[in-house]
């Protein structure tokens, strides 16, 4: 479904700044429907591969497609969730999902349905009406990924979303979004740092290399879905996390 074939980008070079390359050759793929997870150093281009998926961003050399298309600019098959929420502080919970709603035209009756049925789905029932100051870190978080899914996006690109909530909040999200992969058969691309996460959450894990960026390995987790409770303690997770950390580890930071 995503192909990102040869794919370079340096960044800088303007003004006396040096040149940045953050990615050299970078080759992958994402199937239809899967849930891939990116890991790797800090720096080494991992937002940079999200930006260029989502249209935001353009190579300088080799090309990114979707399903056979080259990818030029955003487009409606696709919704970036980010680390921070980015919500609108005046607008509310319904209105910020709705918000890409409104923007393609949906009458309002129709794009707030829609909305508060995310907003179950989210598990924040109750709170369509509070403000973003009156949410904590992860409540925001469940309005970002509500209002990412009500565009109905056949991919999710997903920077880092849960890194700045609590750990007990993360396992929610977590487990939250495990439940509506399964349930939406999106295809998702997840950035992460959490070995862990990569784990729990991925059909396949990508190990990035430090800057410029490539794709050094991929992983395949064998395990089954929905993930079993006691993943903290299955051999073949632990194995695979055990891996990736001797991995990461002999990469320069």
């Known amino acids: 479904m995503i192909r ?3 794919v370079s980008k340096t960044f800088g070079g303007e003004q006396g700044h040096a040149q940045t390359a953050a990615l050299a050759s970078l080759d992958f793929t994402v199937a239809e429907h899967e849930f891939v997870c990116l890991v790797g150093p800090s720096g080494c281009g991992k937002t940079t591969v999200l930006r260029i998926a989502a249209g ?21 098959d696709r919704a970036m969730v980010f680390q921070q929420a980015t919500l609108l502080p005046w607008a509310d919970v319904v209105t910020s999902v709705a918000f890409g709603l409104e923007l ?43 209002r990412a899914l009500a565009v109905n996006p056949d991919i999710l690109l997903m920077d880092e979303p849960f890194a700045a909530v609590d750990a007990q909040t993360r396992r929610s999200l977590q487990e939250e979004l495990l439940r509506l992969h399964l349930a939406t058969e999106k295809t998702v691309l997840f950035v992460t740092h959490d070995i862990d996460e990569a784990v729990r959450l991925g059909d396949r894990v990508l190990l990035m290399s430090a800057r410029p960026g490539r794709i ?16 903290d303690t299955d051999p073949e997770a632990a194995r695979l996390k055990a891996y990736l950390w001797r991995q990461l580890r002999a990469l320069p930071s």
Do not use: C, K, N
């Open 56 to 76: 935001l961003v353009a190579p300088d050399a080799g090309r990114v497609t979707i399903r056979g298309e080259p990818v030029t600019g955003p487009g409606p």
């Open 4 to 6: 990102f074939d040869a």
């Open 216 to 231: 050094l390995e991929t992983l395949r987790v064998v395990l089954p879905r929905p993930r079993p409770a006691d993943l």
């Open 104 to 146: 393609r035209g949906v009458p309002r009756a129709e794009r707030e349905s829609a909305a508060r049925d995310l907003i179950r789905t989210v598990g924040l029932e109750g709170f369509e009406r509070h403000y973003p100051r009156q949410l904590s870190g992860g409540m925001q978080q469940r309005v970002g990924l509500a």
